[in-house]
Nanobody
Framework: QVQLVESGGGLVQFGGSLRLSCAASGSISSIKTMGWYRQAPGKQRDLVATITSGGSTNYADSVKGRFTISRDNAKNTVYLQMNSLKPEDAAVYYC?????????????WGQGTQVTVSS
């Protein structure tokens, strides 16, 4: 079994910063892409950022220059540093990981962590 556990969400003021973490555990052979999505009330879940096992990153236009994704492969952990937060960044943030277990690959998701930005 595989589990993704997120932490670091909370309430922050406009212009503030938060750092999200997501650790994968369980029977893992390797982890390919990891990343973050977010979902605001009444909206679809949107991509925020991804990072490959080699460190290549991709960002949504709305967060470029403000958010930084990184990962620690030794710890099976992905991070999202969020700076200059805006009210429109408020959402539930979900991490995901493309995980290889033995010969099978699947996407796994965390339970979500709430980010609230006060104006």
């Amino acid at each position: 079994q595989v589990q993704l556990v997120e932490s670091g969400g909370g309430l922050v003021q406009f212009g503030g910063s938060l750092r999200l973490s997501c650790a994968a555990s369980g029977s893992i052979s390797s982890i390919k892409t990891m990343g973050w999505y977010r979902q605001a009330p009444g909206k679809q879940r949107d991509l925020v950022a991804t990072i490959t096992s080699g460190g290549s990153t991709n960002y949504a236009d709305s967060v470029k220059g403000r958010f930084t994704i990184s990962r620690d492969n030794a710890k099976n952990t992905v991070y999202l540093q969020m700076n200059s937060l805006k009210p429109e960044d408020a959402a539930v943030y979900y991490c995901f990981a493309r995980i290889v277990r033995y010969t099978m690959e699947n996407n796994y998701w965390g339970q979500g962590t709430q980010v609230t930005v006060s104006s």
